[in-house]
């Protein structure tokens, strides 16, 4: 596994289309550049297929794809419970969560727990983002953008664009584009 045994600030690039059946996501621990080389890296089992906890981890030039037909399966996590300062920046990546579990019922591209971050710079997010932590968002798409129950969720809106926006705990649209 190039993820296990890669090291501080290195660049893993895949060589093809990859499949993974891990029950559990993938950690991504280390501060890493995944390149996908235009490839996409996909998982049909009910987990996300990557769960960020790096302060410093990039994925780039390709696609993270949920393939799981039994539930409504995320791609990619940032941050897990009682795990803090994880930052993902996504540039030119499509995530895409799974089709499952019932009819029009789709898993999120990108989940991002309080206290976590993530930047995207250009790609799409097919399922949407929910996030309880920090958004930076400078350009791509996103179906939908749902914020979470917590109060003072710090996003930053300077480009993209956006199917719908929810929000659940109560900020208005000024603030996020302020």
Same mark, same amino acid.
């Given at each position: 596994?190039?993820?296990?045994?890669?090291?501080?600030?290195?660049? !893993?690039?895949?060589?093809?289309?990859?499949?993974?059946? +891990?029950?559990?996501? !993938?950690?991504? @621990?280390? +501060?890493?550049?995944?390149?996908?080389?235009?490839?996409?890296?996909?998982?049909?089992?009910?987990?996300?297929?990557?769960?960020?906890?790096?302060?410093?981890?990039? /994925? !780039?030039?390709?696609?993270?794809?949920?393939?799981?037909?039994?539930?409504?399966?995320?791609?990619? /996590?940032?941050?897990?419970?009682?795990?803090?300062?994880?930052?993902?920046?996504?540039?030119?990546?499509?995530?895409?969560?799974?089709?499952?579990?019932?009819?029009?019922?789709?898993?999120?591209?990108?989940?991002?727990? @309080?206290?976590?971050?993530?930047? /995207?710079?250009?790609?799409?997010?097919?399922?949407?983002?929910?996030?309880?932590?920090?958004?930076?968002? @400078?350009?791509?798409?996103?179906?939908?953008?749902? $914020?979470? $129950?917590?109060?003072?969720?710090?996003?930053?809106?300077?480009?993209? @664009?956006?199917?719908?926006?929810?929000?659940?705990?109560?900020? +208005?649209?000024?603030?996020?584009?302020?």
């Amino acid at each position: 596994n190039a993820l296990a045994a890669a090291q501080e600030d290195d660049t !893993i690039t895949l060589r093809g289309l990859l499949t993974i059946e +891990n029950a559990e996501p !993938i950690e991504i @621990s280390k +501060n890493i550049t995944l390149d996908l080389n235009r490839f996409t890296l996909s998982k049909s089992a009910e987990n996300a297929l990557l769960c960020i906890l790096g302060s410093n981890v990039a /994925i !780039i030039n390709g696609k993270v794809q949920s393939t799981c037909t039994s539930k409504p399966a995320t791609a990619v /996590i940032v941050g897990k419970f009682n795990h803090t300062g994880a930052k993902l920046t996504l540039d030119n990546v499509i995530l895409e969560g799974s089709i499952g579990g019932g009819t029009g019922v789709r898993g999120r591209g990108l989940f991002i727990r @309080s206290g976590n971050e993530a930047v /995207i710079m250009s790609g799409k997010v097919i399922g949407g983002i929910y996030t309880e932590g920090a958004l930076t968002m @400078s350009g791509g798409s996103a179906e939908q953008l749902e $914020l979470g $129950l917590l109060d003072n969720i710090p996003v930053t809106l300077s480009g993209g @664009s956006f199917g719908s926006i929810k929000i659940e705990n109560g900020a +208005n649209y000024q603030s996020m584009l302020a």
